[in-house]
């Protein structure tokens, strides 16, 4: 298991059985640390329309397996608690509350 940073500096586990889910998507087989970099520094972060406690981390990487493409790290969110679900490849930023960048 990896405890990894987010932009507020908020502890996130990406435990063996995600990272090995997120693996299970060959073009998502030498991501982890661009995962790691996306959780760090976002360009954009939501909060999921399905689930409020779901935050979707974006950051664009340009010549993936698959082209240029967002990154969505999508980490679950609890009062105690905050880990990985999955994170794939997309070519477009969900709809959602933003949470960062905020316009403030």
Request: with cysteine; proline share 4%; net charge neutral.
């Amino acid at each position: 298991m990896k405890v990894l940073r987010d932009w507020r500096g908020l502890a996130i586990r990406l435990t063996d059985e995600r990272l090995a889910h997120i693996h299970a998507h060959p073009e998502m087989a030498d991501l982890d640390a661009a995962i790691a970099q996306t959780l760090a520094h976002p360009q954009i972060v939501v909060q999921s329309a399905s689930d409020e406690q779901a935050n979707l981390y974006y950051r664009y990487y340009v010549g993936t397996m698959v082209g240029d493409k967002y990154l969505c790290v999508v980490v679950k969110v609890l009062p105690a608690d905050a880990f990985v679900l999955t994170a794939y490849l997309t070519d477009k930023v969900k709809q959602g509350e933003r949470l960062w960048p905020t316009s403030a």
